[in-house]
C-alpha cells in the first residue's frame, strides 16, 4: 500500500532524508522561501510513494503533464522530498543575461535543437554532468500538455530515456493529479477556493535493463520511451481511480501538432 505525505506535516514516515545538494545554501533558498509559501497557498500538495525518489545520486524525474502549472506542482514535491528541482531548458535560454546566470546557478540542463550529432553531444555532456554531481533533473516525456482529451497521458518523447540511458540513470515515473483543477489546459488560474487538493505518487524505476547500451538506437529509444510511458499512466490511472486508455494518444493520427499551444 502507498505511504501518504501531506505537505503541511512536519514529519513524513516515507520522506527521504534531505540530500546535500539541498542541505548546502545554495540559490535554491530564497527561491523556496519566496515560492513555498504562495504555492502552499494555492493548493495542498499529497504525496504518496516519496520515498521511491532517491536521496542521492543521478536520476531522471518523468511526470505527467496536463496544466502551465506543473511545474510548480513537480518542483515542490521534489523539494518537499529533500531534493532540489531541476528541469530541462532551452539551451538559447543560457545566453541570456541574468536568466542564463540563475540557469547555470541553479544546475539546469540545457537542452541543444541543432543538429543529430550536437544533440548527441550534448546529451552525453548532460548526462555525465548528472553523474559527476549526483543531481536529478524533471524531464516531461510528452514535450508538452497532452492533447488527449481527458488529460491522460500521450506518446512520449525519447528525450528523457536517451539522457538516461547515456549515463545508466535510473528513470523515475511520477503521476499528479490535481492541478488542471488551480489551472486547467489552456484556462486561467483559479485563485477560489484556495489550497485545491493535488495528489503526486511517484514510481519504482522504470526497468530499461533491455534497452542498456541503445543510446543510440532509435528504435530502442522509441520502445523504451513506451514502457516510462506505460508506467506514468498506471501510476495516474491509481490516483484517478479508473483504468488508462488501453493505447496512448497520437497527436499525429489527430491532425495535431506534438508540440506548442493547442488550439480549440
Known sequence: ??????????????????????????????LAGLLVPLL??????????????????AYVLAPNHMSEIDPLVVALAVWRLG??????????????????????????VPVARTTSAAAARATLEASETLVAHGRGVIV???????????????RGKTGA???ALAGGIPVIPMAHWGSQQVLPRYGKLKLWPLRRRVR???GDPVDLSAYAGSASSQTA?????????????SLLSQLRGE??????????DHGQKETGRLEP
Request: glycine letters at 6%; charged letters at 25%; zero cysteines.
Open 243 to 252: 483504468p488508462a486508455p488501453a493505447q496512448r494518444w497520437n497527436p499525429a
Open 1 to 30: 500500500m502507498p505511504t501518504s505525505t501531506s505537505s503541511d506535516s512536519p514529519v513524513a514516515t516515507d520522506r527521504p532524508r534531505a540530500s546535500a545538494e539541498k542541505t548546502r545554501p545554495s540559490v535554491f533558498w530564497p
Open 140 to 154: 516531461y516525456p510528452e514535450g508538452s500538455l497532452t492533447r488527449e482529451p481527458n488529460l491522460w497521458p500521450m
Open 221 to 233: 529509444l522509441v520502445e523504451a520511451t513506451d514502457a516510462v510511458m506505460a508506467d506514468i499512466s
Open 200 to 202: 503526486v505518487i511517484v
Open 40 to 57: 502552499s497557498l494555492l493548493f495542498k500538495l499529497e504525496i504518496e510513494d516519496g520515498g521511491k525518489l532517491p536521496r542521492d545520486g
Open 161 to 163: 530515456v536517451r539522457l
Open 83 to 108: 531534493r532540489a528541482p531541476r528541469f530541462m531548458a532551452k539551451e538559447s535560454l543560457f545566453r541570456v543575461p541574468v536568466l542564463g546566470g540563475v540557469l547555470r546557478a541553479t544546475g539546469m
